[in-house]
């Protein structure tokens, strides 16, 4: 049972580690960082919540706020990217004069993952956010 468990984890992060390649190296490890700053953004607020008594539940919840904005951002990123994309490619076509739609619809694919990513961020930062600001509602109501 164990063997099957991570020899699928290695698949899934060979899977992982492909997409990051093909989505661009440097656009990818943007949108990582934006991703562990929204992380860390929103676990250290929450966390000076829980330990401190002179953070206010609405200042937290307005640093919450700017959490999700940080994956905002990200999935902001992520469509500049990808239209950057579109404007390098639309531009080789116009270069090259005649392409072949698979080659078009592969490159339209490939532009997509940031795309995709900068929302997957953006959707953990508003489950992220979610979370914790209906723990800190409940809490400031006990």
């Not at 008594?53 to 706020?65: H, Y």
């Not at 990123?77 to 592969?106: K, N």
């Amino acid at each position: 049972m164990f063997f099957i468990l991570a020899e699928v984890l290695i698949i899934k992060y060979n899977i992982m580690k492909e997409l990051f390649l093909l989505g661009g190296p440097l656009k990818m490890s943007v949108l990582t960082i934006l991703l562990v700053i929204m992380i860390i953004w929103i676990i250290y607020h929450f966390l000076k919540f829980r330990t401190t008594k002179s953070v206010t539940a609405e200042s937290t919840l307005r640093m919450l706020n700017y959490g999700k904005s940080i994956g905002l951002f990200a999935m902001i990123v992520g469509i500049f990217y990808q239209l950057l994309g579109f404007y390098h490619a639309f531009s080789v076509i116009e270069q090259a004069g005649d392409i072949s739609p698979a080659l078009l619809y592969s490159g339209i694919k490939i532009s997509m993952i940031s795309t995709l990513y900068g929302i997957l961020i953006y959707l953990l930062s508003i489950i992220i956010w979610f979370i914790a600001s209906q723990f800190i509602e409940n809490r400031k109501k006990a």
